[in-house]
């Protein structure tokens, strides 16, 4: 017999035993598990009702006039989606300094809140709340005359538009414009007109400027007419600022938080989920992070379903409660594949 080595592992240090089998393996993740509750659904409202808008930068994503996101929304409905964020998008109405049109009786998220509560009555339904897809300069703010943000009139528009979604039937409103003081100003009026009990306000608390909205200001039409976002949303490379805004935000009333975009900021969606471990935390996955997984999977990079299963998961293990994510109904399609299996 040859004197054969042997390296000797210590018990407690043998982990094969753990991930054996497909159970045991998810055992060893119960908090990065996915089910449909998980997901929310962004979608894009137009005026006209029975028209479709295939959005170049977002493929395989359209605006929906009402109808139209009736038909689209029913299989998905079936699959188990839980809840949609909704944006209004406009081209007939006008777009002014006041973002007029942004709570107008004509106005697409206004006319769709009533119908989606009818025709999907269990259904959660979330609006964003913003100025930039109605103003003519298409910043998220109302502006003095010398071009600065005017952040009390904001705050009394942006609360006014919040109030009016609420009162066509929103069960969350979001707002996304990052003025300071926001969620206290909304949740005022709310609680004002006797609502406080019956809308939740979701933050967009950690709002970074951020060169992944690009296919949004698109789909949006939202895109600033000059400058930029940096003096409102939070610069990239501060983690204080999102953690002053989570405090803020949570001080001022917010119910739910949520970190925007998420990929390339996954350190602050665990800072804040670890220190108000007591508030559903969302994150959004946007557009460009939509476009980027989508055209790296069409390019022969990954193949997209494991790959997109890995990034959700991760999203989970990380503290997401909720993922916000234009690839909702493809997700919900596989686990409704994996759960017949
Ligand atoms: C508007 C708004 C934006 C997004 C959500 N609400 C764009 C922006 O701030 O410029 C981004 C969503 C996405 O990129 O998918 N305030
Ligand atoms: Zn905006």
Redesign the pocket.
Known sequence: MTDQKTFKVNNRHIMQSGIMNPTLREWQGCNSQITTGNFMY?VFIIEKDDEIQPISSMPGINRFGINKLRDHLEKIVENGLKSVLLFGIIDILPKNDTATSADDKDNPVIRAIPKLRKWFPDLTIAC?V?L?PYTSHGH?AILAPDGRIDNSASLERISDIALSYAKAGAHIVAP??MMDGRIGAIKTKLVKNNLGNKVAVLSYTA?FASN??G???DA?K?KPSFGD?KCY?LPHNSSGMALRAADRDVSEGADMLMIKPVMAYMDILKQIKDKYPEYPMFV?Q???EYAMIYNAAQGGAFDLKPALMEIMGSLRRAGADVIISYFTPLVLEWLKLKNKL
């Open positions: 962004p964003d913003c930039c998220c996304s414009d709002k992944f909205y296919p949004f200001r949006a939202s976002r949303q959004y946007v557009s460009g």
